[in-house]
């Protein structure tokens, strides 16, 4: 019998999302400047094709934290402290996350939240392999959204939020405040938030990240087109859609956007909705942070910065907030030195 209720809870999920994707997506074509909210990049395909992105020569963000991850995890996971409940906001391919589990002291569980349901499933199953004394309890859920946390077998001394991958850079800084203070309230006052941001840069860099010689980011962010007209029956020719990827320096940002080759009109379902030569759809912003900036979020959002580690060229960052009150506001830089849970309609536990 519980069974059945919680399969028809799923299924029930299932169909709120896919009732939303619809409702987003009319929402940002009709809109005056087209826009496509960029978490619906990730579904089996764009999730691989991140993947891909994260190896390319031109994307140093990834690469970068992982080093940051390499040489910092054992201190951060001393700052985390023993038995502490590891939330993950945007989980992917889980690979930075297993250098902070290696080092964290008999973490009470690890919940990864990601809306790539797949991808999720897959990458949480290989972790409740490799670490089988830690409860891995994966949430298909926004994590914008009010998430309910399952309980784990241990109680748990403090909740971390771990927010690598710059994924909070995708958000506006109002829509970032609101994000961390919601995370604030998760964590709870001994909580604490890792997170793993990209720093301003030469905007060469920046661009050539966005860029990429293959066409990898330019087939990642078409992917969201042919998502629309594989879901919700449309008629998008991809080949009249061009990639562009530009920094916008006054809102110190990356934005990405699909500009329409020609006059055009696209039908989603039997919706119609015209496109004019040189019309973008905005599918992505990519905010880059400064280290003030940061400590700046860190106070707007009810947090206190505890400590930055940087890499070298100072290209990326990771810093820990804590609810406390500042103990010190250092930057390290490599220069200077119970398992039952009720889902809520927004989220699906995902069954290993
Ligand atoms: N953390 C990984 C992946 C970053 S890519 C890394 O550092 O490499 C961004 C990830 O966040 C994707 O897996 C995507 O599916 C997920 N994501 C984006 N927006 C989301 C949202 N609103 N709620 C939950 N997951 C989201
Ligand atoms: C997940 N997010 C932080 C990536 C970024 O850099 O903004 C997504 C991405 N978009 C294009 N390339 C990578």
Same mark, same amino acid.
């Given at each position: ?36 909210? +960029? ?82 499933? +897959? ?9 089988? &004394? ?17 309980? +784990? ?44 941001? &990209? ?154």
């Amino acid at each position: 019998m519980m069974e059945t209720l919680q399969q028809a809870s799923v299924s029930e999920v299932i169909k709120a999302a896919a009732w939303q994707f619809r409702a987003d997506v009319f929402r940002g074509l009709r809109a005056q400047n087209k826009v496509l909210p +960029c978490k619906y990049f990730y579904d089996e395909i764009g999730s691989a094709l991140f993947e891909q992105i994260t190896k390319l020569e031109e994307y140093y963000p990834t690469r970068t934290e992982l080093g940051i991850m390499q040489r910092h995890a054992a201190e951060m996971a001393g700052l985390l402290g023993p038995n502490c409940l590891l939330i993950e906001y945007g989980s992917g391919s889980s690979v930075k996350t297993r250098l902070l589990l290696n080092h964290v002291l008999d973490p009470t569980g690890y919940i990864p939240i990601d809306v790539s349901g797949e991808q999720l499933r +897959c990458s949480a199953h290989a972790l409740e392999a490799e670490y089988p &004394d830690i409860d891995v309890l994966p949430l298909c859920a926004d994590f914008t959204r009010p998430l309910n946390i399952p309980g +784990c077998r241990k109680p748990a001394v403090r909740r971390v939020v771990y927010f690598p991958g710059s994924t909070l850079g995708n958000f506006t800084t109002g829509e970032a405040i609101a994000l961390l203070r919601q995370t604030a309230s998760l964590c709870g006052s001994d909580g604490g938030l890792l997170l793993g941001i &990209d720093l301003r840069k030469d905007p060469r860099v920046l661009e050539a990240a966005y860029n990429d010689r293959q066409g990898v980011t330019a087939a990642f962010n078409r992917n969201i087109l042919v998502r629309i007209n594989r879901e919700l029956g449309a008629d998008f020719d991809l080949d009249q859609f061009a990639h562009r990827a530009f920094y916008n320096a006054s809102r110190v940002r990356i934005e990405m956007h699909l500009v329409s080759r020609r006059d055009q009109i696209v039908r989603v379902g039997s919706m119609p909705f015209f496109f004019a030569k040189g019309e973008s759809i905005h599918t992505e912003n990519s905010h880059k942070y400064s280290l003030p900036a940061l400590t700046d979020l860190a106070e707007a959002s009810g947090f206190t910065m505890e400590r930055i580690w940087t890499d070298a060229r100072q290209y990326f960052s990771v810093a820990y907030f804590t609810r406390g009150h500042s103990v010190k506001d250092s930057v390290h830089s490599e220069r200077g030195g119970s398992r039952t849970f009720l889902p809520r309609l927004e989220a699906i536990p995902v069954t290993l």
